[in-house]
C-alpha cells in the first residue's frame, strides 16, 4: 500500500492561508466575533449625550435610580471616555441624573469596559455577570450597589439602539 504525499509547497501554502485568515478574523473580530466600535472618542461621547437626552425624560426611571443617590463612573476603553452619571447632585437646573465627562464627582462604583462590550450592554445583549466572570466588565465599589440599579435600567435599553439609528449608526447595533 502506497502512503501519499504532501508536498511542502502545498503544505506551506496552507498554513500560510490559514494563518493569514486567523489574523485577519483577529483583527476585525471581538472575542464574541462582533465587531462594533466606535470611530473615536467625539462619536462615543456624542451617542451618550444624546441618549442621555432622551433617558432624562422618563422621569419613573429617573425617579428610582435617584433613590439610590449614587454617582457611578464608566471607564471605557478604545476610545478612552470616563462618563460619570450622578443621581446624587441635581444638575444646575435641578434635574435628576446628570451625564458629564472626565467629571472630579468621587464616584461609588466604578465599571470599567472596552467600547464594544459597553455598547452591548446599554443594547441588554450583555449579560453583566457572566462579563465579569470573564473580565469583560470589572467594577470597583459596591458591586451589590450596581447590580441592584440593573432592574432600574431596564426601559434604557430600548432608548440605546434608536439613538444609533437616529444618528446614522446602524453598525453598531446588535441584531442577536
Not at 19 to 36: C, F, G, P, R
Not at 64 to 69: D, G
Not at 102 to 111: G, I, R, Y
Request: with cysteine; hydrophobic share 40%; proline share 4%.
Amino acid at each position: 500500500m502506497g502512503t501519499s504525499k504532501i508536498s511542502p509547497c502545498k503544505l506551506e501554502r496552507k498554513c500560510i492561508q490559514k494563518t493569514s485568515i486567523q489574523l485577519v478574523s483577529s483583527t476585525y473580530e471581538s472575542e464574541d466575533n462582533l465587531m462594533v466600535a466606535f470611530e473615536n472618542k467625539e462619536q462615543l461621547m456624542e451617542v451618550f449625550n444624546n441618549f442621555w437626552a432622551k433617558a432624562i425624560q422618563l422621569e419613573d426611571v429617573m425617579a428610582k435610580l435617584a433613590e439610590k443617590q449614587i454617582i457611578v463612573r464608566f471607564d471605557i476603553e478604545d476610545p478612552d471616555v470616563h462618563m460619570t452619571i450622578n443621581f446624587r447632585d441635581p444638575g444646575p437646573n435641578g434635574e435628576i441624573g446628570t451625564l458629564s465627562f472626565d467629571s472630579d464627582a468621587e464616584p461609588e462604583v466604578t465599571v470599567w469596559s472596552k467600547s464594544e462590550t459597553t455598547n452591548k450592554f446599554w443594547q441588554n445583549k450583555l449579560s453583566t455577570t457572566v462579563a465579569m466572570a470573564r473580565g469583560q466588565v470589572k467594577l470597583d465599589g459596591s458591586v451589590t450597589k450596581a447590580l441592584s440599579l440593573l432592574n432600574k435600567i431596564k426601559p434604557l435599553y430600548e432608548i440605546y439602539p434608536q439613538v444609533l439609528k437616529e444618528m446614522g449608526l446602524d453598525h453598531l447595533i446588535i441584531q442577536k
